[in-house]
C-alpha cells in the first residue's frame, strides 16, 4: 500500500516522486482539510452535549454540579491517556491511530444516545393526577387520586434502567474522551513538522478554527434537535402536551449523539490510507524542517515505555521549566477555564436570566459567539503570518487582545435582571400560604402567571378553582384564583424575567469580547511551538492538553455548577428525592457566573504580562548568560547556540 513507501518521496529530483506527489494521501494539504473535517466531526459532538446539557439536567432531574460533572467526564480519560502521546508521538503511525480514536468516539455517540432508549417515556412533574384530568392540577380539600398516581410514577423511576442513566452517559463520556486522546496532539504535531514554517502558522489557524467552528455546529444542531419534544418518536402530536416556552419543555438531546456517530465514522476512513512520513511542503527549508536534522535529536526515540515513564517526571520537568512555555501554558488554562464554563452553562444563563427557549439560547451560543471566535482566530493567525511576528510579538499581541476583551466583558455583570417575584418562594415571607388548605403537593410544578404579575409554582398553589380549556382540551386560563390579586385569574406558563429588550446589547458584548479575546489563539500557540526543540514538540503539545484537562476542562464546569447551585431558590422534588433546581435567584446568577469568568481573564492577563516581562529580561540579559538552564525560547523565532549545546548535554544524560 502506498502508505508504507515514504521512502520513494525523499529525492524530488527522480521521476517517480512527481506522480506520488499528485496522491492526495502525501499532501500535508490534503491532511489539514481530513484533520479539519474530522475535528469538526468530533467536536461536534463535544458541543452538542454541552448544548444539551440543561435539557438531560432536567430530563433525569440532575443538579448542575452533577451535569458540570457530566460535561467535564470526557477529560478524565483523555488526562490519563495524553501523557503516553508523547511517548508514541514519532514512533507510531500517527494518521491511523488517530483515525482509530475516532472510531472509538463513533461508538461513544452511540452509547450517549442509549439511555433514551432504556428508559421509559419523560413523566414531567406538573398536573397532579393523569395527564388526562385537568382538574387535578387545581386547589383540591382531598387528593386520594394523587397517592395511587404518585406511587406508580415513582415505580417506573426506581426500575433498573433508570438507575443506569447516568452511570452509562458517563462512560460515553469517558470512551468519548480516550478516542479524543491521539487526534488533536498527533494532528498538530504531524502538520507542523511536514509543513513549512511560514505556511504552519496559517495551518494551525485554520485547525484552530475549526476546533472552534465544531462545538458551534454541535450547538446549532442542538438547537435544531431540541425543538423536537423528547419521546417524538414514540408520541404523536395530539399527545404532546408540552410547548417550546414550558419550563418543563424536554427535547430530543438524543438524536444529534446519533447523526453524529454516522459523520464520526466517516471521518474517519482516510486515515487508513494516510502515510507515516510525508514528503515535505515544497518551500519548507527551513533547518528544523529537514530530515537529517530531525534525526540527529531524538533522544525519546531511544527509550523503552518503562524507560520513558520513569524518565517522565524529568522531562516534564524540563519542560515546565522554560517560564515562556509554562506562563503561555497556565494563561490558555485560564482561558480554557473560562472557555469550559461558556460552553456549558451560558445557554442556561441565557436561558434563564432573558426568558429564553432553549433552543434559542443555544442558537445564540453556536451562530453568535463561536462564530466570531473562530473568525478571531484566523486573523490571529492571519495577522502573525503576515506580519512574521517573533515569540516577543506574538506575547504582546496575546496581552492587548486580553486587555481588551477584559474591557469588553466588564459591562456584562451590570446587563441582566432582577429575579421574578415567584409566590411563597421570592421575595421569601414566613406569612401562612393562602393555598394551604389545598394540600397542594411539593412535588407539582405547572407554573402559571396570575392577573396580577405574580408566578405561582402551580395552578393549585394559586388556589385557582376552575379552568378553561381549548378544543384540544389543552389549559388556556385558570380563574376563580383566590391567592391572585387583582382580576383573579392566572395563565399558563412562567410570567418570566421581564427584560427580554436587553438580550441584544448583552450578546453585542458577549460577540465583541469572544471576537477580541480569541485573538490570543494561534499566537499563544505558535509561541509553545517555537520555544521547545523540535524533538520535544510531540511531548510539549502533550503535556500542554494534559494541564488543560486537569487544571481547566476537568474542574472547570464542576466548579461553574457549583457556583450555580448556591444560586438557587426552590429544587425540584420527585420520589422524595431533589432534582434539578426550578427557579434560581438571577441577581445572584449573573453575578456569580459572570463573576467567576472575569476572574479566569484576568489570571490569563497576568500570566501574558509576566511573559513579556520575562522575555524583555531575557533580550537584555541573554549575552551574559549563555548557559542559561531551560533555554528554549525563541525571541526571533530561531535557536541560539547555547540551546544546541544545552540539549546535546540533556541527550547525552538521558542515554546514560
Same mark, same amino acid.
Given at each position: ?12 529530483? /527522480? ?23 474530522? %475535528? ?25 454540579q452533577k451535569s458540570g460533572l457530566l460535561a467535564s467526564f470526557n477529560e478524565v480519560g483523555n488526562t490519563v491517556l495524553i501523557v503516553f502521546v508523547s511517548f508514541f508521538g514519532s514512533r507510531v503511525h500517527r494518521p491511523r491511530f488517530i483515525g482509530g ?13 442509549? &439511555? ?35 406511587? #406508580? ?29 491521539? =487526534? ?28 472552534? =467552528? ?25 399527545? =404532546? ?42 518551500? +519548507? ?21 518503562? #524507560? ?22 497556565? +494563561? ?8 469550559? /464554563? ?13 426568558? %429564553? ?42 496581552? /492587548? ?8 466583558a466588564s459591562p456584562l455583570l451590570l446587563i441582566g435582571c432582577p429575579t421574578q417575584k415567584v409566590a411563597e418562594i421570592f421575595p421569601p415571607s414566613g406569612a401562612l400560604s393562602c393555598s394551604a388548605g389545598c394540600r397542594c403537593p411539593q412535588e407539582a ?62 450578546? +453585542? ?18 509561541? =509553545? ?48 428525592? %431533589? ?11 449573573? #453575578? ?31 549575552? &551574559? ?32
Amino acid at each position: 500500500m502506498g502508505a508504507n513507501d515514504p521512502a520513494v518521496t525523499c529525492n524530488p529530483a /527522480g521521476s517517480r516522486p512527481p506522480t506520488r506527489r499528485q496522491s492526495p494521501f502525501n499532501s500535508i494539504k490534503f491532511f489539514v482539510l481530513c484533520h479539519s473535517l474530522l %475535528q469538526l466531526a468530533q467536536l461536534l459532538v463535544s458541543g452538542y452535549m454541552k448544548s444539551s446539557i440543561s435539557t438531560i439536567e432536567r430530563r433525569y432531574g440532575l443538579s448542575s454540579q452533577k451535569s458540570g460533572l457530566l460535561a467535564s467526564f470526557n477529560e478524565v480519560g483523555n488526562t490519563v491517556l495524553i501523557v503516553f502521546v508523547s511517548f508514541f508521538g514519532s514512533r507510531v503511525h500517527r494518521p491511523r491511530f488517530i483515525g482509530g480514536g475516532a472510531l472509538l468516539a463513533c461508538l461513544a455517540s452511540l452509547l450517549m444516545a442509549m &439511555p433514551h432508549f432504556l428508559s421509559g417515556e419523560y413523566d414531567y412533574t406538573g398536573s397532579i393526577g393523569s395527564s388526562g384530568d385537568n382538574s387535578s392540577s387545581l386547589c383540591q380539600s382531598e387528593s386520594t387520586l394523587t397517592t395511587s398516581s404518585s406511587n #406508580q410514577s415513582c415505580s417506573k423511576q426506581e426500575s433498573p434502567a433508570q438507575k443506569v442513566v447516568y452511570p452509562m452517559l458517563l462512560l460515553g463520556q469517558l470512551l468519548l474522551g480516550i478516542g479524543a486522546v491521539p =487526534i488533536q496532539p498527533f494532528g498538530i504535531s504531524y502538520i507542523d513538522d511536514y509543513a513549512s514554517k511560514k505556511n504552519s502558522p496559517l495551518y494551525l489557524g485554520i485547525l484552530l478554527a475549526v476546533t472552534s =467552528i465544531g462545538p458551534a455546529f454541535g450547538f446549532i444542531t442542538g438547537s435544531l434537535m431540541l425543538r423536537f419534544y423528547v419521546d417524538f418518536n414514540t408520541l404523536t402530536k395530539d399527545q =404532546i402536551e408540552l410547548n417550546h416556552k414550558d419550563l418543563r419543555w424536554v427535547g430530543a438531546w438524543w438524536l444529534g449523539f446519533l447523526v453524529a456517530s454516522c459523520l464520526l465514522f466517516l471521518t474517519a476512513l482516510p486515515y487508513l490510507f494516510f502515510p507515516r512520513e510525508m514528503p515535505k511542503e515544497d518551500d +519548507a527549508d527551513d533547518v528544523e524542517s529537514r530530515p537529517d536534522s530531525k534525526q540527529q535529536t531524538n533522544p525519546l526515540q531511544e527509550l523503552s515505555l518503562l #524507560q520513558f515513564l520513569k524518565s517522565f517526571p524529568q522531562i516534564a520537568l524540563r519542560t515546565l521549566r522554560s517560564p515562556i512555555y509554562l506562563l503561555v501554558v497556565l +494563561a490558555q488554562v485560564n482561558l480554557a477555564a473560562l472557555l469550559a /464554563g461558556l460552553a456549558t452553562f451560558m445557554a442556561k444563563f441565557i436561558e434563564r436570566q432573558f426568558s %429564553q427557549t432553549v433552543s434559542f439560547s443555544t442558537m445564540m451560543i453556536g451562530g453568535v459567539c463561536i462564530p466570531l471566535a473562530v473568525l478571531g482566530t484566523v486573523l490571529g493567525g492571519a495577522l502573525m503570518r503576515r506580519l512574521n511576528l517573533s515569540v516577543s510579538s506574538a506575547s504582546k499581541l496575546c496581552t /492587548g487582545a486580553i486587555l481588551l476583551g477584559l474591557f469588553f466583558a466588564s459591562p456584562l455583570l451590570l446587563i441582566g435582571c432582577p429575579t421574578q417575584k415567584v409566590a411563597e418562594i421570592f421575595p421569601p415571607s414566613g406569612a401562612l400560604s393562602c393555598s394551604a388548605g389545598c394540600r397542594c403537593p411539593q412535588e407539582a410544578f405547572n407554573p402559571v402567571c396570575g392577573s396580577d404579575g405574580v408566578e405561582f409554582r402551580s395552578p393549585c398553589h394559586a388556589g385557582c378553582n376552575s379552568i378553561e380549556t381549548d378544543t384540544n382540551k389543552k389549559a388556556t386560563n385558570y380563574t376563580d384564583c383566590r391567592c391572585v390579586g387583582g382580576l383573579g385569574y392566572a395563565s399558563p406558563g412562567t410570567c418570566g424575567s421581564g427584560c427580554s429588550h436587553l438580550l441584544l446589547p448583552f450578546m +453585542a458584548l458577549l460577540g465583541l469580547t469572544s471576537f477580541v479575546a480569541s485573538f490570543s489563539q494561534t499566537p499563544s500557540y505558535m509561541m =509553545i511551538l517555537r520555544t521547545v526543540p523540535a524533538e520535544d514538540k510531540s511531548f510539549a503539545v502533550g503535556v500542554q492538553y494534559m494541564l488543560f484537562r486537569v487544571l481547566a476542562f476537568m474542574p472547570g464546569p464542576v466548579l461553574y455548577g457549583s457556583v450555580i447551585d448556591t444560586t438557587c431558590l426552590l429544587w425540584g422534588r420527585k420520589c422524595g428525592k %431533589q432534582t434539578s433546581c426550578l427557579y434560581y435567584n438571577l441577581d445572584r446568577f449573573r #453575578q456569580r457566573f459572570l463573576g467567576l469568568q472575569v476572574v479566569f481573564v484576568c489570571g490569563g492577563l497576568l500570566c501574558f504580562l509576566l511573559t513579556i516581562v520575562v522575555l524583555r529580561r531575557r533580550a537584555t540579559g541573554q549575552e &551574559p548568560q549563555p548557559g542559561c538552564k531551560g533555554g528554549y525560547e525563541l525571541v526571533n523565532g530561531q535557536k541560539t547556540h547555547e540551546n544546541s549545546a544545552t540539549k546535546e548535554k540533556e541527550q547525552m544524560g538521558t542515554k546514560s
